[in-house]
């Protein structure tokens, strides 16, 4: 199952099925989701500030959005991997 975070056509989904413990670089449990459907990953957005490999860049308001939820989303779809 996974968990939404929307703001405005803005999305950041979590999906937990995209966590693997034994290879931390594979999968995408955080995914960014643009109004016209461009997606990237939740920590390259956030240090890009660029969505799709650079297609399009991310507004100041959606990614202050974004760093605020960042912490709840991670807790969110990592709270079944063993520490």
Do not use: N
Request: glycine share 10%.
């Amino acid at each position: 199952m996974d968990k939404i975070w929307k703001r405005g056509h803005w999305q950041l989904i979590a999906d937990r099925s995209q966590v693997f413990p034994e290879d931390p670089g594979a999968g995408t449990p955080l995914l960014v989701m643009s109004p016209g459907g461009t997606s990237g990953t939740l920590h390259c957005v956030l240090d890009t500030g660029e969505i799709g490999c650079g297609d399009e860049s991310v507004p100041a308001s959606v990614l202050s959005w974004l760093a605020r939820v960042q912490d709840e989303a991670e807790a969110w779809v990592y709270a079944d991997v063993p520490a």
